[in-house]
T-cell receptor, first 110, second 118 residues
Framework: KQEVTQIPAALSVPEGENLVLNCSFTDSAIYNLQWFRQDPGKGLTSLLLIQSSQREQTSGRLNASLDKSSGRSTLYIAASQPGDSATYLCAQTTGQNFVFGPGTRLSVLP | DTEVTQTPKHLVMGMTNKKSLKCEQHMGHRAMYWYKQKAKKPPELMFVYSYEKLSINESVPSRFSPECPNSSLLNLHLHALQPEDSALYLC?????????????????FGPGTRLTVL
């Protein structure tokens, strides 16, 4: 059974810090790894998608990496801002199904 | 346009009511999903439609009945729900369709319907 875990479960940092969020998965037959952001009571917003043939993707202050051999992905957030406060979820897919991690709740303090 | 829309935003229903949730996308995506999300938990997959056919049913109780009338629309019919079914119901679609031109397998979510069962 596919399992996805995320560390840390929660994180509180002052504004301006650089952050690393971690995602681990058990299924080496991964197709893609997708990172999402969710604000309270809202839907999920796609941040970055890394295909299995890629090692990283970048969008603005966000950089996501994928290491299939170790079953890990990291999301790097540079120069964090209070507006980055949200829950960050990673999801792996091996086909039609998406398996989500439990998320990391991030608070960036002004 | 990367928008998935869902209606209604909020729904309150009694255990004997029948209601429907609606989801729509115009990105040419051919896979559509229903998820259930409880507070502080990740989304749980309920159903997947691929090319308008049900391809995954994650052992969801029959009081939830999905329907995909066409490639742009996805419904979730609700009947005789229980209070524990109260949750945020999320619809998503997966890229890779005819008109999307997007990275295959990127999933896009709607804003969700907040369901309360009394």
């Amino acid at each position: 059974k596919q399992e996805v875990t995320q560390i840390p479960a929660a994180l509180s940092v002052p504004e301006g810090e650089n952050l690393v969020l971690n995602c681990s998965f058990t299924d080496s037959a991964i197709y893609n790894l997708q990172w999402f952001r969710q604000d309270p009571g809202k839907g999920l917003t796609s941040l970055l998608l890394i295909q299995s043939s890629q090692r990283e993707q970048t969008s603005g202050r966000l950089n996501a990496s994928l290491d299939k051999s170790s079953g890990r992905s990291t999301l790097y957030i540079a120069a964090s801002q209070p507006g980055d406060s949200a829950t960050y979820l990673c999801a792996q897919t091996t086909g039609q199904n998406f398996v989500f991690g439990p998320g990391t709740r991030l608070s960036v303090l002004p | 346009d990367t928008e998935v829309t869902q209606t209604p935003k909020h729904l309150v229903m009694g255990m004997t009511n029948k209601k429907s949730l609606k989801c729509e996308q115009h990105m040419g995506h051919r896979a559509m999903y229903w998820y259930k999300q409880k507070a502080k938990k990740p989304p749980e997959l309920m159903f997947v439609y691929s090319y308008e056919k049900l391809s995954i049913n994650e052992s969801v109780p029959s009081r939830f009945s999905p329907e995909c009338p066409n490639s742009s629309l996805l419904n979730l019919h609700l009947h005789a729900l229980q209070p524990e079914d109260s949750a945020l119901y999320l619809c998503a679609s997966r890229a890779g369709g005819i008109r999307s031109g997007r990275t295959p397998n990127e999933q896009f979510f709607g804003p969700g319907t907040r369901l309360t069962v009394l």
